[in-house]
C-alpha cells in the first residue's frame, strides 16, 4: 500500500451543520493522505451513497479511500481497502473477497498484532491509545503496546484512539510514526489547521520524511 502518515476518519456526529464531504475535503487539504469511512447508524445504502462520493473526492486528491466493516461497500464502490475488527470476518475470508486491496485489522494487544501479520494484512490499527467518545467502552491499551508493536511488528501500524493535538507527542515517543484521529480533525472548527498542525509534529520526528 501506499505510504501515509496521517488517517483520518469520519464522525458525522462531531460536525453538525457540515457536510461530511466538506469537513473531509478540508482534511484532505490540510494533509490526510488516508480516508476512512465509518457509519455505524447509517443503512447500507446510505453508506454506499457516501462511499460513492468520498471515493470520488479521494480519487481527486489521490488519496488513499478505506470503508470501514463493509466489504460488500468497499468492493461496490472499488475503494482502495476495508478496514475489520476483530469480531468481522476472519482476514483469510476477507483476503479471498478483496483480492489485492487493501485491508487493515484493528487490534488491542501482541497477539491479535502478530496474527494479523502472519495473516497478510496491509497495515493494522494499534488503540484505542487513550480513553475515548467515539468508542467509548474500548479499553485504552497505553502508548506501552505501542512500544511492543514498534519492537516487533513489521507491517505499517497506526495509533489510533483519543489522540488529539495536546497528546499526540506521547504517542510519537512511544515510536508511532502513523496517527490516526476522529474527532480532533472533524470537530475542529478548522480541519484544515488541525491536519496541518498534525503533519508539523509528526514532522518533528521524522524529519519530513513518509516512514
Ligand atoms: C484505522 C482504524 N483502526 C481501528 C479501527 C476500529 O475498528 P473496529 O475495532 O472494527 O471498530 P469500529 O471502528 O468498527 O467501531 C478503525 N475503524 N480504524
Ligand atoms: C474507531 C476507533 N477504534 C479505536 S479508537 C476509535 C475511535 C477514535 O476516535 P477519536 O480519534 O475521536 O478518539
Ligand atoms: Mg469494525
Known amino acids: ?7 483520518a476518519i469520519t464522525g458525522e456526529e462531531y460536525h453538525p451543520g457540515r457536510s461530511m464531504l466538506e469537513v473531509m475535503e478540508e482534511a484532505i487539504k ?10 455505524k447508524k447509517g443503512t447500507k445504502r446510505e453508506i454506499l451513497e457516501k462511499a460513492y462520493a468520498l471515493r470520488e473526492l479521494t ?13 460488500d461497500i468497499a468492493l461496490a464502490c472499488e475503494a482502495d481497502g476495508v478496514h475489520l475488527g476483530q469480531d468481522d470476518l476472519p482476514l483469510s475470508e476477507a483476503r479471498k473477497l478483496m ?3 487493501i485491508i487493515g485489522i484493528s487490534t488491542h494487544r501482541i497477539e491479535e498484532a502478530r496474527a494479523a501479520e502472519a495473516e497478510g494484512a496491509d497495515y ?3 488503540g484505542p491509545i487513550f480513553p475515548t467518545k467515539t468508542k467509548e467502552h474500548a479499553k485504552p491499551v497505553t502508548t506501552e503496546y ?3 508493536v514498534e519492537r516487533e511488528i513489521k507491517i505499517p501500524y497506526v495509533a489510533i484512539g483519543g489522540i488529539k493535538l495536546h ?12 496517527i490516526c484521529a476522529v474527532s480532533e480533525i472533524v470537530g475542529s472548527p478548522d480541519p484544515a489547521e488541525t491536519c496541518r498542525a498534525f503533519i508539523r509534529k509528526i514532522e518533528a520526528y521524522t524529519g519530513g520524511d513518509k516512514q
Open 1 to 7: 500500500m501506499r505510504e501515509f502518515r496521517l488517517y
Open 124 to 126: 493494522i490499527g494499534v
Open 99 to 101: 483480492g489485492k486491496r
Open 30 to 39: 490540510g494533509g490526510a493522505d488516508i480516508v476512512q469511512l465509518r457509519d
Open 167 to 178: 497528546n499526540v507527542d506521547d504517542v510519537l515517543a512511544a515510536g508511532a510514526r502513523r
Open 146 to 148: 505501542i512500544k511492543q
Open 59 to 71: 480519487a481527486r486528491y489521490n488519496v488513499t479511500f478505506i470503508v470501514n466493516d463493509h466489504i
